[in-house]
Protein backbone atom coordinates (compact mmCIF):
# COMPACT_ATOMS: atom_id res chain seq x y z
CA UNK A 1 0.00 0.00 0.00
CA UNK A 2 2.63 2.51 1.09
CA UNK A 3 4.54 1.70 -2.39
CA UNK A 4 1.15 2.46 -4.43
CA UNK A 5 0.98 5.66 -2.73
CA UNK A 6 4.48 6.81 -3.03
CA UNK A 7 3.97 5.67 -6.58
CA UNK A 8 0.40 7.63 -7.08
CA UNK A 9 1.79 10.67 -4.89
CA UNK A 10 5.03 11.15 -7.31
CA UNK A 11 2.76 11.03 -10.62
CA UNK A 12 0.53 13.53 -9.04
CA UNK A 13 3.99 15.77 -7.96
CA UNK A 14 4.93 14.97 -11.85
CA UNK A 15 1.88 16.24 -13.35
CA UNK A 16 1.59 19.68 -10.82
CA UNK A 17 4.82 20.48 -11.51
CA UNK A 18 4.87 19.93 -15.52
CA UNK A 19 0.87 22.21 -14.90
CA UNK A 20 2.76 25.11 -12.46
CA UNK A 21 5.97 25.10 -15.58
CA UNK A 22 3.55 25.01 -18.28
CA UNK A 23 1.15 27.82 -16.21
CA UNK A 24 4.38 29.99 -15.80
CA UNK A 25 5.39 29.82 -19.13
CA UNK A 26 2.41 30.31 -20.21
CA UNK A 27 1.26 33.27 -18.54
CA UNK A 28 4.25 35.22 -19.92
CA UNK A 29 3.62 34.48 -23.47
CA UNK A 30 0.43 35.14 -22.83
CA UNK A 31 1.25 38.72 -21.56
CA UNK A 32 3.83 39.13 -24.79
CA UNK A 33 1.60 38.01 -27.31
CA UNK A 34 -0.69 40.91 -25.93
CA UNK A 35 2.51 42.99 -26.77
CA UNK A 36 2.98 42.83 -29.83
CA UNK A 37 -0.21 42.54 -30.94
CA UNK A 38 -0.84 46.43 -29.66
CA UNK A 39 2.61 47.17 -30.92
CA UNK A 40 1.51 46.18 -34.13
CA UNK A 41 -1.65 48.19 -33.68
CA UNK A 42 0.60 51.24 -32.92
CA UNK A 43 2.73 50.37 -36.08
CA UNK A 44 -0.74 50.10 -38.13
CA UNK A 45 -1.94 53.33 -36.95
CA UNK A 46 1.03 55.28 -37.74
CA UNK A 47 1.28 54.04 -41.33
CA UNK A 48 -2.54 54.80 -41.80
CA UNK A 49 -1.54 58.09 -40.85
CA UNK A 50 1.65 58.42 -42.88
CA UNK A 51 -0.37 57.00 -45.87
CA UNK A 52 -2.70 59.60 -45.17
CA UNK A 53 -0.50 62.27 -45.16
CA UNK A 54 1.18 61.16 -48.38
CA UNK A 55 -2.50 61.49 -50.09
CA UNK A 56 -3.47 64.57 -48.55
CA UNK A 57 0.59 65.65 -50.27
CA UNK A 58 -0.16 64.25 -53.67
CA UNK A 59 -3.76 66.07 -53.39
CA UNK A 60 -2.07 69.42 -52.77
CA UNK A 61 0.60 68.96 -55.49
CA UNK A 62 -1.50 67.97 -58.08
CA UNK A 63 -4.03 70.94 -57.39
CA UNK A 64 -0.76 73.17 -58.05
CA UNK A 65 0.14 71.09 -61.33
CA UNK A 66 -3.43 71.88 -62.23
CA UNK A 67 -3.20 75.47 -61.46
CA UNK A 68 0.32 75.70 -63.28
CA UNK A 69 -0.63 74.09 -66.27
CA UNK A 70 -3.80 76.18 -66.16
CA UNK A 71 -1.71 79.62 -66.55
CA UNK A 72 0.35 78.14 -68.85
CA UNK A 73 -1.75 77.11 -71.49
CA UNK A 74 -3.55 80.47 -71.41
CA UNK A 75 -0.58 82.40 -72.11
CA UNK A 76 -0.18 79.85 -74.76
CA UNK A 77 -3.50 80.38 -76.24
CA UNK A 78 -2.40 84.29 -76.14
CA UNK A 79 0.52 83.44 -78.31
CA UNK A 80 -1.39 81.60 -80.62
CA UNK A 81 -4.02 84.41 -81.06
CA UNK A 82 -0.82 86.71 -81.44
CA UNK A 83 0.55 84.45 -84.07
CA UNK A 84 -2.47 84.74 -85.81
CA UNK A 85 -3.04 88.22 -86.03
CA UNK A 86 0.60 88.74 -86.89
CA UNK A 87 1.33 90.54 -83.70
CA UNK A 88 4.71 89.19 -83.12
CA UNK A 89 5.41 92.11 -80.57
CA UNK A 90 3.09 90.30 -78.71
CA UNK A 91 4.37 87.01 -79.46
CA UNK A 92 8.10 88.30 -78.48
CA UNK A 93 6.62 89.98 -75.45
CA UNK A 94 4.99 86.59 -74.14
CA UNK A 95 7.54 83.65 -75.62
CA UNK A 96 10.01 85.97 -73.64
CA UNK A 97 7.70 85.74 -70.40
CA UNK A 98 6.79 81.85 -70.39
CA UNK A 99 7.35 80.29 -67.28
CA UNK A 100 9.48 77.42 -66.64
CA UNK A 101 8.40 74.27 -68.09
CA UNK A 102 6.58 76.37 -70.79
CA UNK A 103 9.82 78.20 -71.53
CA UNK A 104 12.21 75.57 -72.13
CA UNK A 105 9.73 73.46 -74.16
CA UNK A 106 8.55 76.02 -76.28
CA UNK A 107 12.20 76.83 -77.15
CA UNK A 108 12.57 73.46 -77.89
CA UNK A 109 9.28 73.01 -80.17
CA UNK A 110 10.35 76.31 -82.09
CA UNK A 111 13.61 74.22 -82.65
CA UNK A 112 11.42 71.76 -84.56
CA UNK A 113 9.58 74.14 -87.31
CA UNK A 114 6.25 73.49 -86.22
CA UNK A 115 5.19 75.76 -89.51
CA UNK A 116 6.99 73.12 -91.47
CA UNK A 117 7.49 70.18 -89.92
CA UNK A 118 4.45 67.61 -90.26
CA UNK A 119 6.29 65.55 -88.16
CA UNK A 120 6.56 68.00 -85.11
CA UNK A 121 4.21 67.75 -81.81
CA UNK A 122 0.94 69.74 -82.56
CA UNK A 123 2.13 72.22 -79.32
CA UNK A 124 5.28 72.52 -76.56
CA UNK A 125 3.39 70.59 -73.69
CA UNK A 126 3.41 67.51 -75.95
CA UNK A 127 7.37 68.18 -76.01
CA UNK A 128 9.31 65.81 -73.80
CA UNK A 129 10.84 69.32 -72.02
CA UNK A 130 7.51 69.99 -70.46
CA UNK A 131 7.68 68.61 -67.18
CA UNK A 132 5.11 69.75 -64.32
CA UNK A 133 7.24 69.03 -61.29
CA UNK A 134 4.18 69.19 -58.93
CA UNK A 135 3.04 66.29 -61.17
CA UNK A 136 6.18 64.02 -60.56
CA UNK A 137 5.83 64.60 -57.04
CA UNK A 138 1.91 64.28 -56.79
CA UNK A 139 2.63 60.74 -58.75
CA UNK A 140 5.77 60.24 -56.05
CA UNK A 141 3.35 60.74 -53.05
CA UNK A 142 1.02 58.38 -54.17
CA UNK A 143 3.15 55.87 -54.51
CA UNK A 144 3.77 56.91 -51.00
CA UNK A 145 0.34 56.32 -49.92
CA UNK A 146 -0.13 53.03 -51.40
CA UNK A 147 3.35 51.92 -49.96
CA UNK A 148 1.99 53.33 -46.51
CA UNK A 149 -1.68 51.31 -46.61
CA UNK A 150 0.00 48.64 -47.59
CA UNK A 151 2.26 48.38 -45.35
CA UNK A 152 -0.66 49.47 -42.70
CA UNK A 153 -2.67 46.15 -43.80
CA UNK A 154 0.29 44.43 -43.26
CA UNK A 155 0.47 45.52 -39.76
CA UNK A 156 -2.90 44.96 -38.79
CA UNK A 157 -2.61 41.38 -40.20
CA UNK A 158 0.65 41.13 -37.66
CA UNK A 159 -1.70 42.22 -35.08
CA UNK A 160 -4.39 40.18 -35.64
CA UNK A 161 -1.91 36.81 -35.62
CA UNK A 162 -0.50 38.10 -32.09
CA UNK A 163 -4.21 38.44 -30.52
CA UNK A 164 -4.99 34.78 -32.42
CA UNK A 165 -1.81 33.77 -30.60
CA UNK A 166 -2.76 35.45 -27.33
CA UNK A 167 -6.24 33.57 -27.79
CA UNK A 168 -4.35 30.12 -27.52
CA UNK A 169 -2.17 30.84 -24.99
CA UNK A 170 -5.27 32.03 -22.63
CA UNK A 171 -6.70 28.30 -24.13
CA UNK A 172 -3.45 26.59 -22.60
CA UNK A 173 -4.02 28.43 -19.40
CA UNK A 174 -7.71 27.16 -19.07
CA UNK A 175 -6.63 23.36 -20.11
CA UNK A 176 -3.68 23.28 -17.74
CA UNK A 177 -5.58 24.64 -15.00
CA UNK A 178 -8.60 22.59 -15.69
CA UNK A 179 -6.43 19.53 -15.43
CA UNK A 180 -5.74 20.35 -11.68
CA UNK A 181 -9.48 20.02 -10.66
CA UNK A 182 -10.30 16.96 -12.27
CA UNK A 183 -10.58 13.73 -10.01
CA UNK A 184 -9.64 11.23 -12.73
CA UNK A 185 -5.64 10.61 -13.38
CA UNK A 186 -6.18 10.12 -16.65
CA UNK A 187 -8.70 13.19 -17.42
CA UNK A 188 -6.17 15.19 -15.49
CA UNK A 189 -3.26 13.92 -18.12
CA UNK A 190 -5.46 13.84 -20.86
CA UNK A 191 -6.62 18.21 -20.54
CA UNK A 192 -3.00 18.86 -19.15
CA UNK A 193 -1.69 16.64 -22.74
CA UNK A 194 -3.90 18.98 -24.38
CA UNK A 195 -2.60 22.13 -23.27
CA UNK A 196 0.64 21.52 -24.00
CA UNK A 197 -0.09 20.09 -27.88
CA UNK A 198 -1.59 24.21 -28.16
CA UNK A 199 1.36 25.68 -25.92
CA UNK A 200 3.71 23.57 -28.76
CA UNK A 201 1.50 24.75 -31.74
CA UNK A 202 1.26 28.15 -30.56
CA UNK A 203 5.34 28.42 -29.44
CA UNK A 204 6.01 27.16 -33.12
CA UNK A 205 3.89 30.19 -34.62
CA UNK A 206 5.33 32.68 -31.96
CA UNK A 207 9.22 31.73 -33.22
CA UNK A 208 8.12 32.86 -36.59
CA UNK A 209 6.18 35.15 -36.63
CA UNK A 210 7.84 38.99 -37.08
CA UNK A 211 8.27 40.76 -33.97
CA UNK A 212 8.31 44.03 -32.41
CA UNK A 213 10.30 45.99 -29.76
Known amino acids: MDEDTQTTSSRHDWRELVAVVLLSITTILTAWSGFQASKWGGAMSISFSQASSARIEASRDDGDANRRQTIQVALYTQWLEATATNNTRLQSYLSARFPEPLKTAFTAWIATNPKTNPQAPASPFSMPEYKVPELAAASAADARADAKFAEALDYNQRGDNYTLLTVAFASVLFFAAMSGRMQGR ?28
Open 186 to 213: RAQWFLLGVGLVMFLGAVSLLLVYPKLV
